[in-house]
């Protein structure tokens, strides 16, 4: 889905890395075709280290917190899976992310796109990565 909203919206994917654990899901022929398709590269952890997944980690923490724990009981994989495509659509563009300065990781990434482009007057107002919160006077 990311790869086609991006591709969709006219963005550059070269360079594009997904990682992911060792799992077999990750092993299987059809993902490393779809990776191909992309010109993407594969990044595995290491091992039995949990931490090079950490990231991974800690957003399936939060999914099962607040969607399959909370939504249940499940009555099939296509509640499921319904409820996980809206599930990352709200995450990404309505819930707020402290690490992100209280921004959508939606409006993170739309900040550092304006940020990266060359500018004839930048806006003092406008939140940038480095400085999500809006510097207006008074605000």
Known sequence: MGVNQRTRDGHDLSGLVHHSDRGAQYRAIRYREALAEQDAVASVGSKGDSYDNALAEALNSLYKAELIRNRGPWHGIDDVEIATAEWVHW?????PHGALGGLTPQ???AAHLRASEPRQNPSPTSPTPDNPASTKPGA
């Open 107 to 109: 409006a993170y990434r």
């Open 91 to 95: 995450f990404n563009t309505f819930r």
